[in-house]
């Protein structure tokens, strides 16, 4: 089975611009969250659905969203794109979305999409 | 909120063992995941533990004391592909499932 995949790997966009990054959870996943991960740091928590629907968001400015499909893929934009958004993004999927799922609801993370903002 | 400490860098030689230790403070508590990721790639999941003890899975142990706030990595006959970043990740109780990641600890293993 495939695992999380992302798309594109690695984009250059201009300040102002508008970006959107997509991704595939393993098959049977249901849920999606993003992170954003930064040169020398962990990743930070942006935005987590499940079954279509926001479950979480994290400490990002509203010029970030994020939507889930039917099929449980996701799509995360940013707009008005600045040089601080440089960063890899990083799509994680698992089984559930609430506490109490099997594995420790345990996130299996893609390749992520590498983003430079110049 | 979390906070969550790990030390930034590490360095080992090949066939020795090192301890990665992660100390948390969180509101709450409901599983601790520890992550490897080398460079330019994405993480990838080594273990978790909701329990207090040692979890041991090949070369790699994880050990969880939920009364200190701590845990530890434990990596046995260090390869020189073991060179990586280690990401300790917390879960807390506040009904969120999604985990927060420490800055992640820099693991340099030498000849």
């Known amino acids: 089975d495939a695992g999380v995949t992302q798309s594109p790997t690695h984009l250059i966009k201009t300040r102002g611009q508008h970006v959107t990054l997509r991704c595939s959870p393993i098959?049977?996943?249901?849920?999606v969250s993003w992170y954003q991960q930064v040169l020398g740091q962990g990743p930070q928590f942006i935005f987590q659905y499940y079954e279509k629907e926001e479950r979480g968001r994290g400490n990002f400015p509203d010029r970030f969203s994020a939507r889930q499909f039917p099929n449980y893929s996701s799509e995360l934009n940013v707009n008005a794109l600045l040089l601080g958004d440089s960063a890899l993004y990083l799509c994680?999927?698992?089984?559930?979305?609430?506490?109490?799922?099997?594995?420790?609801?345990?996130?299996?993370f893609g390749e992520g999409s590498w983003l430079t903002v110049v | 909120g979390q906070n969550i400490d790990q030390p930034t860098e590490m360095t080992a030689t090949e066939g020795a063992i090192v301890q990665i230790n992660c100390t948390y403070q969180?509101?709450?508590?409901?599983?601790l995941f520890w992550y490897q990721q080398h460079a330019g790639e994405a993480p990838t999941f080594l273990s978790y533990?909701?329990?207090?003890g040692l979890e041991e899975k090949g070369r790699f142990s994880s050990f969880l004391s939920r009364s200190k706030g701590y845990s530890y990595l434990l990596l046995k006959e260090l390869q020189m592909k073991d060179s990586a970043s280690y990401l300790c990740a917390v879960r807390d109780s506040g009904g969120s499932y999604i985990p927060t990641f420490g800055r992640g600890t820099s693991l340099i293993v030498h000849p």
């Open positions: 098959s049977g996943h249901k849920s």
């Open positions: 533990n909701v329990l207090d």
């Open positions: 969180t509101s709450g508590f409901n599983g």
């Open positions: 994680a999927s698992s089984l559930v979305g609430v506490i109490g799922g099997i594995h420790g609801n345990t996130i299996y």
